[in-house]
């Protein structure tokens, strides 16, 4: 190929890495949906303390019937929660969505918690959480919802692999030709004829065809991620 063709081929491979990089981040291919709606919750009060404010919270719907309160704690470094629960319960497990200040969902922790007592375990928010919605799962062996978390269908999870690896080949393509055309000087027609140009070529489509495979066959679904603290008296009066 004429030193043109292969310019132009860099060049495109520069336009498709771009394009690639704003699919990626444009359509969150790997981000999970929710069945459930943002629910405003009705504010009791906020405390504030000497180095955190406290934000209490009367629950509404079904959720009452298990948890009647729950407290957002914000310190200079933490955000947490801890709920009241409307009863001792044996074994019950809840979702605890979270939402930014424009109301789109951030996160969501899947808790579960045994003899309860009147209240929770310390729950760790996102920082940028501003809001929470708390939705039962199962309380006492009686499940109430199920539906929480759209499952992350495996298609979205290639198509993401896929354009990874194809950013990932451009970028190197592109790379590859400009430090031939940088450092070979009056050999670089020579060296683009090169068996080794070839070879860095090849070698840069086993790397994206190994990301691919990374991606695709190992990646955890991203559902709901336990992480419950220890415990913590509140008083919720």
């Known amino acids: 190929m004429t030193m043109f063709i292969w310019r132009i081929l860099a060049a495109v491979s520069v336009g498709v890495f771009v394009l690639g990089i704003i699919l990626l981040i444009v359509l969150r291919l790997l981000k999970n949906g929710y069945y459930h709606e943002f ?42 929660l801890v709920c009241n629960y409307a009863r001792n319960f044996e074994d019950i497990s ?96 020579a060296f683009l004829t090169n068996f080794c140009n070839y070879g860095l070529i090849a070698a840069s489509f086993v790397l994206a065809l190994i990301s691919y495979l990374i991606t695709a066959l190992c990646f955890r679904r991203r559902n709901a991620k336990i992480r419950n603290g220890g415990a913590l008296e509140y008083e919720f009066l």
């Open 39 to 80: 629910t405003q919750d009705e504010l009791l009060k906020t405390v504030k303390a000497a180095n955190s404010k406290n934000s209490i919270y009367f629950t509404t719907g079904e959720t009452k019937k298990f948890i009647k309160k729950y407290v957002i704690c914000k310190t200079l470094y933490d955000k947490y």
């Open 94 to 189: 809840y979702f605890v969505v979270q939402y930014s200040h424009f109301k789109r969902v951030i996160g969501v922790i899947n808790v579960t918690h045994r003899d309860t007592g009147d209240t929770s375990k310390v729950i760790a928010l996102k920082k940028g959480c501003a809001f929470v919605n708390v939705v039962i799962g199962i309380a006492d062996g009686i499940t109430v919802n199920s539906n929480v978390i759209r499952p992350l269908p495996m298609s979205k999870v290639r198509i993401n692999a896929a354009l990874r690896s194809l950013t990932l080949f451009t970028f190197l393509f592109a790379v590859r030709h400009a430090a031939i055309e940088l450092f070979s000087g009056i050999y670089t027609r």
